[in-house]
Every structure is written in C-alpha cells, then in structure tokens.
C-alpha cells in the first residue's frame, strides 16, 4: 500500500505537466512540418477511405504525437499544423484533462478534417476552438471493407485517431482545446 502511494504521486505529476507544461515541449517548425507528414503517409497507409476524405477537405489539422497519460487523473499535450491545399496555415496545440478510471500511457496521432469552408473559417477565427463545445467532431470508424460510414462521412468535422498499428477505437476528441501556437 504504501509503495503504491509513492508511485501515485510521481505518476499524477507526470499526466499534470503533459497539460501544464506544454508550451515548455514546443518543437520547432520543421520538427513538427516533419512530423505531421509522417503522420499523414501513417494514415494514407492505413485508410484509403479517410485519404479520399482528406483531399476533399478545406482544411486538414494533423497532430502527430499527442502524448497521454494518468493514473485516475490524467493529461494530453501534443503539436501540430493545419493544412491548407497541402500547405501549412498554422501551427496548433492540443491539451486536455480528465479524472476517472485511467492507468498508463500512449502516444497516439490525431487528425481532424474540416469538410467546408465555413467550419474551416469558424475554427480559424477562434481564440480556442473546444471540441465538442465550439464544433462536434464526429470519430470516423472502419466498416467492412475500411470503409467509412456514409453517415460519418457527411459530417462537417471528421476527426481520426490512430497509432503506427492503425485506426484506434473507443476514444474521444470531447474536451480537447486547441489553441494556435505563435512561431
């Protein structure tokens, strides 16, 4: 009991700083611009659907290492960029909190496509964008044969999550705040 309690405390200083200290861990732009193209040809790989999607989008936010961890309360922190026509507009973080049933670490990629203009200017336009508060991101999911829902797939925002392994489940952009990073 008592080794468990040492444990605990450097464990919750660990999933706090990922959100508090995540100005401290900002890359430069060519780590992330490096980064974030890695992370769109792990996509391409792994979902032809969600490529088809991408090159129809306004606006592609690409974060290539959202780091995650807690242990009942825990913390995210990562960095990346909007494409714009393939090109980068902005640079971006992302960070969120959460208190529940949590226990471990992982480093995931994050992608959200905005399928209109009007989302895309709405997003850009904000001081803080908060998922689930300030647009509705709809997680896509593999169907038969990878394929996206047809609903999914008609939704404004259109957020993935994947690791090197592929698209990951049961996971959640609800409570992200994503703030423009100045470089």
Do not use: C
Request: hydrophobic content about 45%.
């Amino acid at each position: 009991m008592i080794r468990s309690r040492y444990l605990l405390v450097p464990a919750l200083l660990v999933a706090l700083g990922l959100v508090a200290a995540g100005p401290a861990l900002a890359a430069s732009k060519a780590e992330i611009d490096a980064e974030v193209q890695e992370a769109i040809d792990n996509f391409y790989k792994h979902t032809s659907a969600g490529k088809r999607l991408a090159q129809q989008a306004s606006g592609m936010l690409v974060f290539p290492k959202v780091f995650k961890a807690g242990i009942g309360i825990g913390g995210e922190y990562g960095e990346g960029a909007l494409l714009v026509k393939g090109r980068t507009a902005a640079y971006y973080s992302i960070a969120a909190a959460s208190i529940g049933f949590q226990l471990g670490a992982q480093v995931r990629s994050q992608i959200i496509l905005f399928m209109n203009q009007k989302v895309l200017d709405d997003f850009r336009k904000s001081q803080g964008w908060q998922a689930g508060v300030d647009g509705s991101v709809a997680l896509a999911t593999l169907g038969a044969g990878g394929e996206i829902s047809t609903e999914t797939a008609k939704e404004p925002i259109i957020g993935f999550i994947f690791s090197n392994k592929g698209l990951m489940y049961n996971l959640t952009f609800e409570g992200s705040k994503i703030t423009r990073i100045e470089r």
